[in-house]
């Protein structure tokens, strides 16, 4: 086994992951000046190492007790289950669990510990089991999350979800964080299947239900954020993730917040934040019950939200009277021009009437009633009635004298 007791200060001793020879030799020493203990039976307990077995304790006089044993076996199911993780994964499942650790020492209502000790007999373990009043959480770590398309991945982590509801513990997924995978234009969340089924629903999540209740009414809501929105009716579910790295040698949770959408692949949801970052320390908080975050500053993040829906819908409405504004400029030109052409055509009909012409014409040729209707029914439908004006600048430039001159003239035009 990994943990021993330690014989004085009475804490639980763990073997690190890859220490260097001479820290063996040093755990080998202290075993045997008799620091450790069995956690089970109290009996002495010392250091092995060797090929086929990494580093562990193990009983001094006799074989391991039975309890001893049965950790020892579920340590080993346990470390199947990891064994597709990276490195990260055991010293990210450490530092949660000794923070959690120091949380519990300050509360005694608090207990925390590795999944596989807590309960040797579950069929999959938590990294760390949590438990507050009546509260127990499956606290997880995944790493190595680029083959969570695998789809085999994904429904062995689905049903180790399921499974920690089934045994009535709460389960908190923490993601490494390089498989965030956002659209900032549309102010959308990508996410993985395996995200899909891990994402939480806390009581804060809760909150953001009802409050998102009363302001979204219908799809126009999401216009201003440019979301595209997949879902017919608008269900509101909001849920988070945890994704959790390494920065400045302290581990940092990222938390995502948002709306679920698309419930098919690839899933979608809408944004809630932009990915507050949290000492990880303040995210897991002991408080009454098991918060990942402090509410307090949840309260601001809606007042935020909202503000910030506030304005990006003024935005979006400044944005839509101009493009309205500016269709109606573009509609009131077009009809402008339209007015101006026709005018223009109409200019020629102003300038003489066919009974202006009439007049010039007797005037000019002594053009007779019957020559008139000759000029009207022969030529004039040829010409066009509005163009009295073309057969006077005819009649002038051809120096016409009689009807028979204009009507040549005329004959010529036509043709
Ligand atoms: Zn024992």
Redesign the pocket.
């Known amino acids: 086994m990994r943990e021993a007791l330690h014989s004085i200060d009475n804490t639980l001793e763990r073997i690190p992951y890859t220490p260097t020879s001479s820290e063996i030799s040093n755990l080998k020493n202290l075993a045997k000046k008799g620091i450790y203990i069995?956690?089970?039976?109290?009996?002495d307990?010392i250091v092995k190492s060797g090929e086929e077995r990494e580093i562990h304790f193990a009983?001094k006089h006799s074989e391991?007790?039975?309890?001893?044993k049965n950790v020892g076996r579920a340590e080993t199911r346990y470390s199947k289950q990891v064994k597709r993780e990276t490195q990260q994964h055991k010293v990210l499942t450490d530092i949660i669990y000794d923070e959690l650790s120091t949380q519990s020492k300050i509360d005694e209502r608090y207990e925390v510990d590795y999944g596989y000790r807590v309960n040797t007999g579950l069929k999959h373990y938590p990294d760390i089991i949590a438990k507050i009043d009546n509260n127990i959480f499956a606290i997880s770590v995944v790493t190595n999350v680029i083959p969570l398309r695998d789809s085999g991945l994904v429904k062995e982590i689905a049903e180790r979800h399921h499974y920690y509801i089934e045994q009535e513990m709460k389960p908190i997924w923490f993601v490494e964080v390089k498989e965030l995978a956002i659209e900032p234009e549309k102010n959308a969340i990508v996410l993985w299947d395996a995200e899909n089924i891990i994402a939480a629903k806390t009581e804060e999540d809760r909150k953001w239900d009802n409050f998102l209740s009363n302001h979204i009414t219908d799809k126009s809501f999401f216009l201003p954020f440019n979301y595209p929105l997949n879902m017919n009716n608008i269900v509101i579910d909001v849920k988070s993730m945890y994704y959790i790295y390494t920065k400045d040698s302290k581990i940092k949770v990222k938390l995502q917040r948002f709306l679920t959408d698309r419930t098919s692949k690839p899933y979608r949801a809408f944004l809630l934040n932009n990915g507050v970052e949290l000492e990880f320390s303040k995210t897991l908080q002991l408080q009454r019950s098991f918060t990942v975050n402090n509410s307090d500053t949840e309260e601001n993040k809606r007042q935020e939200f909202l503000t910030n829906y506030e304005n990006l819908k003024q935005d979006h409405e400044e944005k839509q009277r101009k493009e309205q504004e500016e269709a109606e400029e573009r509609k009131r030109l077009q009809v402008e021009r339209l007015i101006k052409n026709k005018t223009a055509t109409l200019e020629p009909e102003e300038e003489l009437s066919y009974q202006q012409l009439q007049k010039l014409l007797k005037e000019k040729i002594n053009l007779t009633q019957k020559e008139q209707n000759e000029l009207w029914n022969r030529y004039m439908p040829r010409i066009g009635y509005k163009n009295s004006a073309v057969v006077w600048k005819l009649t002038v430039d051809n120096r016409c004298v009689s009807f028979d001159d204009l009507r040549r003239v005329l004959k010529e035009f036509i043709n």
């Open positions: 069995c956690p089970y039976c109290n009996a307990l009983h391991s007790c039975e309890e001893a």
